[in-house]
């Protein structure tokens, strides 16, 4: 038996005590005193919870710990946080009858959000909507095939997803959501059949980016949509395209030949500034369908731009008509000519 310490009753001195005992004396005062019963350590209660909450047709949480999950039959969407931050899960089967795949309400979540070790998912015929942020931070993820029927993503849906090589877009789908396929850098190849509307930062900062074929159809490219896409270097824009976002194609360093065609009425401004092409340090060639008023802004720092305006005899600093006969200056910012 275990020994125990016990206060004496009567002087209040402690005493060390077999635990087994039913009573004992105070090697102090003398006096008997019980020995008071030791009850086992209570076992913590172990994890009733079912491997699945589901409610009303609705995945709402997988409680389970296993690697690969199958979703049982029955269920017809995934809850906004139903998968959020299980970084154990490697591999989701999704049955059919699943229509959904959810964000949360907030909109800051979705139901794949974080599972940092997915690698694999098997989406569902039926499935039709994919929420926002559903699989943001799935950076094992490699490849997904989107059924074809899906008509809905979300912004953010596959942002932050690292590994992410191949992606099959839905023949139903026509607007690609902000964010995305944002960070995506392993991303070599997209085709944007049927779509129409591509969303601010959709594919920003996807390095290996290199095969961008912009089909006929697509009217709206968003803001910063593909700025730092290094792996480009060819760009054909074609005649819907009606709006380029600020800094669309920012960064793009080794994007070396372009097609911009008239049909582009608007080169949007953020409020720091066009910047459509910015940055696109190898930009020489570029097809244009006619000269944007704001071209200044719409190439700042390509060297096409830089030779366009030495071919014009403006300024190369800042676009202006030079003054006087032998030392010649810029009207607008006063430079002397240095070409």
């Known amino acids: ?10 002087c209040g001195d402690i005493n060390r005590v077999d635990s087994g005992l039913a009573s004992a004396y105070c090697q102090s005062c003398g006096a008997a005193f019980a020995v008071p019963v030791m ?19 609705v995945l709402e949480r997988y409680n389970g710990s296993e690697p690969v999950v199958t979703v049982p039959d029955g269920v017809m969407a995934i809850g906004g946080q139903a998968f959020k931050d299980c970084d154990n899960v490697h591999r989701v089967v999704l049955p059919e009858g699943i229509t959904e795949i959810q964000g949360s309400g907030d909109g800051m979540w979705g139901a794949f959000f974080g599972c940092s070790a ?3 998912i098997a989406l569902p015929k039926s499935l039709r909507r994919i929420g926002s942020n559903a699989f943001n931070g799935c950076k094992k993820l490699t490849n997904v095939k989107i059924p074809d029927d899906v008509n809905l993503i979300g912004a953010g ?18 607007e690609l959501s902000n964010d995305i396929f944002k960070g995506c850098v392993s991303l070599t190849e997209i085709r944007l059949n049927g779509i129409k509307t591509i969303g601010d930062h959709a594919f920003e900062n996807c390095h290996a980016l290199r ?23 060819e760009l054909l824009l074609p005649g819907t395209v009606i709006s380029l976002g ?46 944007p008023v704001n071209f200044m802004d719409v190439f700042a720092t390509t060297p096409w731009l830089e030779e366009y305006l030495m071919k014009k005899g403006l300024c190369r600093h800042c ?9 010649k200056s810029c009207e607008v910012c006063g430079l002397m000519k240095d070409y």
Request: net charge positive.
């Open 157 to 174: 849906a596959f942002s932050g997803c690292a590994e992410l090589g191949l992606v099959k877009l839905p023949k139903a789908l026509r």
């Open 1 to 10: 038996m275990n020994e125990i310490d016990v206060a004496c009753p009567i």
């Open 211 to 233: 095969a961008l074929t912009i089909p006929p159809g697509v009217k709206t490219i968003g803001a910063y949509a593909f700025a730092g896409c290094f792996g480009l270097s």
């Open 39 to 57: 009850r086992p350590e209570r076992e913590m209660p172990k994890n009733d919870l079912p491997p699945f909450t589901i409610r009303s047709g």
């Open 246 to 291: 600020a800094s669309a194609f920012a960064d793009c360093r080794n994007l070396a030949v372009i097609t911009v065609p008239a049909s582009i009425e608007t080169f949007e401004n953020d409020g720091a500034g066009v910047r459509t092409f910015a940055g696109c340090s190898q930009l020489r060639k570029i097809n244009l369908g006619k000269l």
């Open 118 to 120: 997915l690698e694999s």
């Open 319 to 327: 676009g202006g008509h030079f003054k006087g006969v032998f030392k």
